[in-house]
């Protein structure tokens, strides 16, 4: 059985994270668990998280799970707006609550981040060689 789609498409959080997001080389969308993740031979962003408290899990519906550097994902977590994500948390992912003040460009990062971690030394290259003037 198919989990449901646990997302709004209209969502304008999701519609600036999909814009970032599938703006990376060979970078595409499909719907794991319910929820929209960003992906080239791995998955480098999820649209939407949650975490368990005392067995019962509280829906983050706004939020980007990103698997951030290792030296960022320390300080990421100090921050009120971030979370250790149900499942993926121990694999080193970090979810970020977004709203209408969310610092777009420190969104970009993160997702740049998280694809140069997952996506592959020739996919990089090419990031790389489109960012150069």
């Given amino acids: 059985m198919a989990h449901p789609l646990m997302f709004d498409d209209a969502d304008p959080l999701l519609r600036k994270v999909r814009a970032i997001a599938l703006g990376f080389p060979d970078a595409a969308e499909k719907i794991s668990h319910g929820h929209p993740a960003f992906y080239t031979t791995k998955v480098f962003a999820y649209y939407g998280g949650s975490v368990k408290v005392d067995g019962v899990y509280q829906q983050h519906e706004h939020s980007l799970l990103v698997?951030?550097?290792p030296d960022e994902r320390s300080a990421l977590l100090e921050e009120k707006r971030c979370y250790v994500p149900a499942y993926l948390g121990v694999a080193g992912w970090v979810g970020v609550d977004l709203?209408?003040?969310?610092?777009?460009?420190e969104i970009s990062e993160?997702?740049?981040?998280?694809?140069?971690?997952?996506a592959g030394v020739?996919?990089?290259?090419?990031?790389?060689?489109?960012q150069r003037p």
Avoid: I
Wanted: hydrophobic share 35%; proline share 4%.
């Fill in 122 to 130: 020739r996919r990089v290259a090419t990031l790389d060689a489109r």
């Fill in 67 to 69: 698997l951030p550097d």
């Fill in 110 to 118: 993160l997702l740049d981040a998280s694809y140069r971690r997952t």
């Fill in 99 to 105: 709203d209408a003040d969310t610092d777009w460009d």
